[in-house]
């Protein structure tokens, strides 16, 4: 049954197409890695080279999320979010149609498209406060928006598997830069177009008390955007590539479900002991998907780290809307995203090369490695939260992997 904390969220005016709308335009990260990752693969016949575009793209959403984000506190989303997505979209249309296998053209569109990304995700979280003054039913709103993104991440790689069955690789990547385009109109019709600016806190911004979080976020990413990689390469090597939305999409269910029980039970232990214990979960999990087969070992495995994944990011948007990083409004929950795109752009890159030159489960076995260090800088996480009040959350959510 759906928690009834989160059904009386979505009676208060403006939530419920507030969070609609933001899912829709959010759809796109749920399609962009295996759309890219697919496209590339296909023209040039390099998993390496498919893991640098799609790592392209990331790392211009890192450069782009904050500067974005800090306009859009400045003079509001529409001016912001608007030009932002009509770029988005032309670059991945061209992407999607250019017939070319040149790395370079690729590389620079899926770079410019991932600059135009709008930063949907941080404009949504800075919304909530706005919306939602209670803190306790901020919480509440920050465990149903983490929980319900997960959908993107099962609807979305199921929608490029169907794209590419129907018509090509590229019709993906078109459509994913289409669908923030219009996802970004509708989601501004609402509140989110009446956003006030954000006065700038005295002394300006400062983000360095989350870097802590910054850094699990990061290292935990690197493993996500590996096994992505990773997984397509496995199922290639089977000969059954289409499959790679299907086990992706069974990773977003499991997290779907973990995030649904995290946020209607919450445990009763301090989240700065219960993060370092999530955190080995999640490593465990991940480091059996190197030793399973594909496809369906591979798809229960995934299915079981999904649900470990979400529950153990919970903490972070709850820190960023508390303290609000100094008062940085979107911006703080932009840095949050690009550490976090960092870390998949990373992985992403280290998989699709591991994947070129050895089996693919190499490519998982290099991702777990990055998972053990995400779970050891987590030492430094507990301390850090112990001493710092920035950092000490103020409940146990379930937060997005994103």
């Known amino acids: 049954m759906f928690p009834a904390s989160y059904r009386s969220l979505l009676r208060t005016p403006d939530v419920p197409w507030a969070l609609g709308t933001s899912l829709i335009a959010r759809l796109p990260q749920g399609m962009v890695g295996l759309a890219v990752v697919l496209l590339v693969q296909s023209r040039t016949g390099s998993f390496a080279a498919a893991g640098l575009v799609s790592a392209a793209y990331v790392a211009g959403a890192a450069v782009g999320g904050p500067l974005l984000a800090r306009l859009s506190d400045r003079v509001g989303p529409r001016p912001v979010l608007l030009p932002a997505a009509v770029l988005c979209a032309t670059a991945s249309v061209a992407l999607g149609w250019l017939d070319t296998d040149r790395v370079a053209v690729l590389l620079s569109l899926a770079a410019v498209a991932g600059v135009g990304t709008p930063p949907i995700t941080t404009i949504a979280r800075a919304l909530w406060p706005q919306l939602l003054p209670d803190e306790e039913r901020l919480t509440a709103m920050y465990a149903l928006e983490a929980t319900t993104q997960e959908l993107t991440y099962i609807v979305g790689p199921s929608l490029v598997t169907g794209l590419v069955a129907l018509a090509a690789p590229g019709a993906a990547v078109a459509a994913s830069g289409l669908l923030a385009l219009a996802g970004t109109v509708l989601f501004l019709s609402g509140a989110a177009g009446r956003r006030r600016p954000v006065e700038a806190a005295a002394g300006g911004r400062d983000v360095r008390g989350l870097w802590p979080a910054f850094a699990a976020g990061l290292l935990i990413a690197a493993t996500f955007s590996g096994v992505e990689v990773a997984v397509v390469a496995a199922v290639d090597a089977r000969g059954i590539p289409a499959a790679a939305g299907v086990l992706l999409a069974g990773w977003s269910f499991g997290s779907l479900a973990g995030g649904l029980l995290a946020g209607a039970r919450p445990i009763a232990v301090p989240p700065e002991r219960l993060l370092p214990r999530l955190l080995l979960l ?10 399973l087969p594909a496809p369906y070992g591979l798809g229960a495995g995934q299915a079981v780290a999904g649900a470990t994944g979400a529950p153990a990011m919970a ?9 609000g990083a100094a008062g940085g409004g979107a911006e703080a929950f932009a840095w949050l995203a690009t550490a976090f795109l960092a870390g998949g752009a990373a992985g992403a890159a280290l998989s699709g ?50």
Request: hydrophobic share 40%; with cysteine.
């Open 315 to 323: 903490p972070r948007d709850a820190r960023a809307a508390r303290g």
């Open 353 to 402: 090369t591991l994947a070129d030159d050895a089996a693919p489960r190499a490519a998982g076995q290099g991702v777990c490695d990055s998972i053990v260090a995400s779970s050891r800088s987590t030492q430094t996480l507990d301390w850090t939260q112990r001493t710092t009040s920035v950092m000490r959350p103020t409940s146990v959510t379930f937060g997005t992997c994103s």
């Open 282 to 291: 999640v490593t465990a999990a991940h480091a059996a998907l190197a030793f």
